[in-house]
């Protein structure tokens, strides 16, 4: 049996995920060590200086002032081992496990017997028993589930929502073997007040990816249907709106792509891993091929002129920019010569982002002046109450080309718009 009393934990990976759960659990009573290989990161958790969004950097401050909570830059002894460190895809789609592999081998080298691992990162499936045992065993001659605990926790929170995510939310733990989902259980559940489930380390893996690739898989099937809209003369909107009256239906809306680190990037981890991933494997290729479509789209209603793309991160309401589909529309429209592109979003300036080198303004009446075309790509809430009789004013001809269905074609057209929709075969 793993007691939790008066453990020392060590988190490694200071990002949105990692400095998050460190926070929560500095803050359920155990003495709590966030390391991260970037310096700076270290250096601005220690100092205070880290906004991650509301109740959790009160947490934050919290651990810091009363000692739960330390930013480190070397790896130390503990008892427990949580990786939270990014898991990317590389060029080619297949999964890049170097930050996961490192932090394998850096615990190897400082882990003891009766130690607890916790993988957090969203990972292929197999990672734990195949690539994280295996390391560890390599650098201390230590068994998984025999010599220590070994388990799998996948996070499954959303920014701009994580604190209540982080307690609310059930939770998925796999081990390498029974005791080591206990162990790990006795952890999360000093602050998750929702269910906690246990199975194999495997499972849990698979069961994360494939709640990102359900949601992928039909934002495709939605993604598809707009073309086919657009193909037989039917508003898409319309039609999702009119099936999904059907007790049984729930089908997904369309957009310009599909972003984030999650739902992008998930399901290329199962089509890696596996010959029978067919559909999602085609999920995945309509979806990153959208940005493509829009950009066409853009030729056909404007072929030159000055372009202002209203939103860019994946999502609305979150300054994530993170394999935004917007922001690869973008980044084709910077490219043409034909277009002079303005980038506006609420999130932009406190970001200090470029895209292409292009800045991305947060007044979108300044980045709308002599534009011939807004392209609404993220629909803000900032967005919610456009005054399209003003931007009618500083825009030099008024055309709207909505890929989110967030401006009313009603009031587009009774300011004077052209109003184009994707989607939109009834109106094209």
Known sequence: MFDIKNKKMFVVGLGYIGLPTAAMFSMAGFSVLGYDKDERVVERLNSGAVY???????????????????????????????????????????????????????????????????????????????????????????????????????????PGNLLNELVNNHRIIGGVNLESAEAAKACYETFVKADIYLTDSTTAELAKLMENTFRDVNIGLANETARICEDLGVNVWELISLANKHPRVNLHTPGPGVGGHCIAVDPWFIVYNSKNANIINLGRKINDSVPDHVYSMVK????????????????????????????????????????????TDPYGENKQLKVAGLEIKKDHMKALEGSDL???????????????????????????????????????????????????????
Do not use: C
């Open 300 to 343: 056909d209603i404007i072929p030159k002129g000055k372009l202002t793309i209203l939103g860019l991160t994946y999502k609305p309401n979150t300054d994530d920019f993170r394999e935004s589909p917007v922001v690869e529309l973008a980044k084709k429209l910077i490219a043409d010569p034909d277009y002079e592109v303005s980038l």
């Open 52 to 158: 991650v969004e509301e109740g959790v950097t009160e947490l934050i401050d919290k651990g810091l002032k009363e000692g739960n909570l330390k930013g480190v830059s070397q790896y130390e002894e503990a008892d427990i081992f949580i990786i939270a460190v990014p898991t990317p895809i590389k060029e080619d789609k297949s999964p890049e496990m170097s930050m996961v592999l490192d932090a394998a081998e850096n615990i190897g080298r400082v882990i003891k017997k009766g130690n607890l691992v916790i993988l957090e990162s969203t990972s292929p499936p197999k990672t734990t028993t195949d690539l994280i045992a295996p390391k560890i065993r390599e650098l201390s001659g230590l068994e998984a589930g025999k010599d220590y605990y070994l388990a799998h926790s996948p996070e499954r929170v959303i």
């Open 374 to 428: 807004l392209i609404m790509g993220v629909n803000h809430k900032d967005y919610d109450d456009l005054d399209l009789s003003e931007i009618g004013k500083v825009m030099n001809t008024k055309t709207i080309f909505d890929t989110r269905n967030s401006i009313s074609r009603e009031e587009a057209e009774k300011a004077g718009f052209k109003y184009i929709l994707l989607g939109d075969g009834k109106h094209a």
